[in-house]
Nanobody, 126 residues
Framework: QVQLVESGGGSVQAGGSLRLTCAAS????????MAWFRQAPGKERAFVAA????????HYADSVKGRFTISRDNAKNSVSLQMDSLKAEDTAVYYC???????????????????WGQGTQVTVSS
């Protein structure tokens, strides 16, 4: 059974930084692309960033490009999201997810990911 557990959320002022980490178990972690999504109050869950199984390629939503950095450590079965220059509009519950298949290329589509963490709250005050 795949288990993804996010940590590192919290409250921060605009302009500040947070680092989210997702610990994975129950899967061959190094074989799958991973992603972060977020869901703001009253909105649908949205793609944030993704990284290939080997960490060689990344993809970001335009809204976070240049401010967020996704990385992974296959030896520790973990994926992280470094969030800098945070804005009030980054406030959301953040989820990590593992790809449904061993995919060539990165997908921003929620339906292409089949294992999800419980989410961690990030609140940015202006």
């Amino acid at each position: 059974q795949v288990q993804l557990v996010e940590s590192g959320g919290g409250s921060v002022q605009a302009g500040g930084s947070l680092r989210l980490t997702c610990a994975a178990s129950g899967l061959s972690f190094g074989d799958y692309n991973m992603a972060w999504f977020r869901q703001a109050p009253g909105k649908e869950r949205a793609f944030v960033a993704a990284i290939t199984w080997n960490g060689m390629s990344t993809h970001y939503a335009d809204s976070v490009k240049g401010r967020f950095t996704i990385s992974r450590d296959n030896a520790k079965n973990s994926v992280s999201l470094q969030m800098d220059s945070l804005k009030a509009e980054d406030t959301a519950v953040y989820y990590c997810a593992s790809d449904r298949v061993q995919r060539v290329g990165l997908s921003p589509r929620e339906g292409d990911y089949d294992a999800w963490g419980q989410g961690t709250q990030v609140t940015v005050s202006s």
